[in-house]
């Protein structure tokens, strides 16, 4: 009988299980990989695990962190760095939750510049255009990103790296941060600054109660005409049915959205044979201003390298050490009060 560790790792895709089998070469710990998303009727594919290995669209609620519980579970780990998905204060004196920090700030920033660039320099269409011999230019007119100015939301790594890539093409950088860090250097404004001032938005903030919706009607309404709109954070950021509403008005002048508010059974998957049921993703796909890509901006081999490394080190450390740096703990989560500071577990 095997004594490594043994994690079950969830929601498994091609690429996770070649960057955790490199990760773990020497074979130091007991992997299984399940396709299913970790939820109440597949959590008992965990039982005799040591460890659950989730991500972004996995769910970790009430029903589940009883039954994960119940099987000895000691450690649950997100390969990501939001943890929305997680009822954080139920866990707590239950189950260890740690995270991925950080993976590669690059990654995503550069993935947010990326869907900019290409939508408003009509990239996409001229692809499509050019394979089928069209050299027109009618309707591929964009706009220059110099001199325009851009709201960032949000200034953890991944904002500020977007806003270091913003500065490379000489524009003027608005910030706005719940805990704004004057050593940033950064131009932080008020929330109700960025919809009014900004010609671009870009979003990379955690979802919590408080940002839930932080675009909705009555934002939509405080910003410039013609307004675009980048979102690689998390979906729920994002009233849909008012961005709907505000792209046919003509007010959000475009958008691209890495993330959806309804994607955790949809994005990951092959529906190009089937029919999408959810309306609102299917409307706006069929916007011409709209760019929809299926949550890939974390996807490049570095940062699956340090996903996978990181993960690993945080299931090391909690058992060999007894702490885990990256623990993710309701008391110091919610109150800032946290005693042990990462020296030990956090209960």
């Not at 396709?35 to 029903?63: P, S």
């Not at 939750?97 to 290409?118: D, F, G, I, K, N």
């Not at 081999?301 to 703990?329: P, W």
Request: with cysteine; net charge negative.
């Amino acid at each position: 009988m095997s004594d490594k560790i043994k994690i079950a790792l969830f929601d498994a895709k091609d690429y996770d299980i070649a960057s955790f089998e490199k990760a773990n070469a020497e074979g130091v710990y007991e992997i299984s990989y399940f396709d299913d998303k970790l939820r109440v009727d597949t959590c008992k594919l965990a039982e005799g695990f040591d460890v659950v290995c989730v991500f972004v669209n996995d769910d970790v609620g009430h029903e589940e962190i009883d039954k994960l519980y119940g099987y000895g579970v000691k450690l649950i780990c997100l390969r990501c760095a939001g943890y929305n998905n997680v009822e954080i204060e139920y866990a707590y004196n239950k189950i260890h939750v740690a995270r991925v920090p950080a993976y590669s700030p690059y990654a995503v920033a550069e993935h947010a510049m990326a869907m900019l660039m290409t939508s408003i320099r009509r990239i996409h269409k001229a692809y499509i255009r050019t394979r089928d011999f069209n050299f027109s230019l009618s309707g591929m007119t964009g706009f220059d990103f110099h001199g325009k100015t851009v709201g960032v939301v949000g200034t953890g790594k991944i904002g500020r790296v977007f806003i270091d890539i913003c500065k490379g093409f000489g524009m003027n950088v608005l910030a706005y941060d719940k805990f704004p860090n004057p050593e940033f250097g950064l131009n932080y404004v008020s929330l109700d600054e960025i919809w009014e001032k900004s010609d671009i938005i870009s979003f990379h903030c955690p979802l919590t109660d408080e940002t839930r919706y932080l675009v909705n009607s009555e934002s939509i309404d405080k910003m410039k005409k013609g307004v675009v709109l980048v979102n690689t954070s998390r979906g729920a950021l994002i009233d849909s049915e008012a961005l709907l509403e505000g792209i046919k008005s003509r007010k959000i002048g475009a958008a691209c959205l890495d993330v959806y508010e309804e994607e955790s059974d949809l994005f990951f998957h092959d529906y190009s044979g089937h029919i999408v049921e959810d309306d609102v993703i299917a409307r706006l796909i069929s916007m011409p201003n709209v760019i929809v890509t299926s949550h890939q901006a974390f996807l490049t081999e570095e940062a699956l390298g340090n996903i996978a490394d990181t993960t690993l080190n945080n299931v090391r450390q909690f058992f060999a050490e007894g702490k885990c740096d990256n623990e993710l703990c309701y008391v110091c989560n919610k109150f800032s009060e946290c005693q042990r500071t990462h020296n030990g577990k956090c209960f």
